[in-house]
């Protein structure tokens, strides 16, 4: 079973038909450690080597952030475009065959920013993917539920460009990681509407094994929270991931001939098909920053955000 909801006919015609958009994706974990910012650095590497032109956006704040497992560090970011200080060209980074943006700062100060930076910040990002097939997201997740004594709980995603966007959830292969996955997926389902969740196991032995994660996570939020789980792909244990960072490269680039580029360079190309929100599928990536910009204004949801990134 690749599908907890059958084959949607309709959907992967209207996805065919859309394929020129700029597709956003943002990839989330339910916890820390289970090797989220190493898949999108992949896959970003695996879509460029297809031929894709990709946008990556870094959420989270350093260390051991997106930039620096590759090396870099970003002498402008979205927040300085923002703030009138830089232009965008000036806060992208080029690596590995594809841009990276830092949005930390921008996210966590976006709700103090004044109407023309907004502006400045939706023109910005509107621009950078104006040119991008895809763009990656490596979403922020707090550790909130530790904050409040929660021990267990799994970790919450930001007001991010998640809000929007097609997810791709990445489900270690251990009992703890699928339950923390679980609970993030229900979380956005109950809180966020979302339906629909594009499914990688990480650190399966071999497929059956992923599948099994899989269909049995499929089946309890099927029948829990009626949304729809969607089999992608899963990456198997391979020691040249982590040499591959440790040269601050990609495996698809270091090691092509590795079991697991060849499992992200799988993965990448059914990402292309992962079905897109509704407010993506209408407005692209503007949408997804008016909506979150919506998200933020709104009190109760701002104060869990500053309580959850220490912000003031």
């Known amino acids: 079973m690749r599908s907890d909801g059958g084959a949607d006919q309709a959907e992967g015609l209207r996805r065919l038909l859309v394929l020129n958009q700029t597709q956003v994706i943002t990839v989330v974990a339910g916890k820390a450690g289970v090797g989220r910012t190493s898949a999108t650095i992949n896959l970003a590497a695996a879509l460029a080597r297809s031929g894709k032109d990709v946008l990556v956006l870094d959420e989270n704040h350093g260390p051991n952030n997106l930039l620096d497992r590759i090396g870099l560090s970003a002498k402008h970011d979205l927040l300085d475009v923002a703030q009138g200080k830089y232009g965008l060209c000036e806060a992208i980074n080029t690596t590995n065959g594809f841009g990276i943006l830092s949005t930390a700062r921008a996210m966590q100060a976006l709700a103090k920013l004044d109407?023309?930076?907004?502006?400045r910040l939706e023109n910005a990002l509107t621009e950078?993917?104006?040119?991008a097939d895809v763009v990656l997201v490596d979403a922020a997740l707090s550790a909130l539920g530790q904050a409040?004594?929660?021990a267990g709980k799994s970790a919450a995603v930001l007001p991010s460009l998640a809000s929007g966007a097609a997810l791709l959830v990445l489900v270690d292969a251990t009992p703890s990681g699928i339950t923390e996955s679980y609970a993030l997926i229900k979380r956005l389902a109950l809180k966020n509407a979302r339906q629909q969740f594009g499914i990688a196991v990480n650190r399966a032995g071999n497929e059956k094994a992923a599948m099994t994660v899989f269909e049995n996570m499929a089946k309890v939020a099927r029948r829990n929270l009626s949304v729809r789980l969607e089999y992608l792909g899963y990456i198997p244990p391979d020691e040249r991931l982590k040499c591959a960072m440790q040269l601050g490269k990609s495996v698809v680039e270091a090691f092509p001939d590795a079991a697991s580029a060849k499992s992200y360079l799988e993965l990448s190309q059914k990402l292309l098909y992962l079905p897109m929100q509704r407010d993506e599928a209408k407005g692209g990536i503007s949408a997804i920053i008016q909506n979150l910009m919506r998200q933020?204004?709104?009190?109760?949801?701002?104060t869990r955000y500053c309580e959850a990134s220490g912000a003031g």
């Open 296 to 302: 933020v204004s709104q009190p109760a949801v701002l």
């Open 115 to 119: 109407q023309a930076a907004q502006q």
């Open 128 to 131: 950078a993917s104006d040119g």
């Open 148 to 150: 409040e004594g929660l």
